[in-house]
């Protein structure tokens, strides 16, 4: 069984960064067979994609509202996805998950949360105006 444990948030002003990791660890893991997503959920919302970084190709995806200004990147050797996140605005307040998947997906269909069967607690990021 494969656990995921997200650190590196904190409260932080507009326009600042921060980096968040994902640890993955468990008896059988073998990291790079994972597609590992960044998932966010602000007060009263839903949970939403953030980026995903598949398996094997290394290929990145993002939401619009994070393209340009976060970016999504993994060190298997380390067993660890990093979600480095620039230019912060308020609206990007809220509870960061990592999840993973080792089902195959491409495109779009890596963005749908039903794709992903593993998940972390949850960091929470805070941003002020």
């Known amino acids: 069984q494969v656990q995921l444990a997200e650190s590196g948030g904190g409260l932080v002003q507009a326009g600042g960064s921060l980096r968040l990791s994902c640890a993955a660890s468990g008896h059988t893991l073998i990291f790079n067979s994972y597609t590992m997503g960044w998932f966010r959920q602000a007060p009263g919302k839903e949970r939403e994609f953030v980026a995903t970084?598949?398996?094997?190709?290394?290929?990145?995806s993002y939401a619009d509202s994070v393209k340009g200004r976060f970016t999504i990147s993994r060190d298997n050797a380390k067993n660890t996805v990093y979600l480095q996140m620039n230019n912060l605005k308020p609206e990007d307040t809220a509870v960061y998950y990592c999840a993973a998947t080792n089902t195959y997906c491409s495109g779009i269909r890596c963005y749908s949360l039903q794709l992903y069967d593993r998940w972390g607690q949850g960091t929470q990021v805070t941003v002020s105006s």
């Open positions: 970084i598949v398996r094997w190709s290394e290929s990145t």
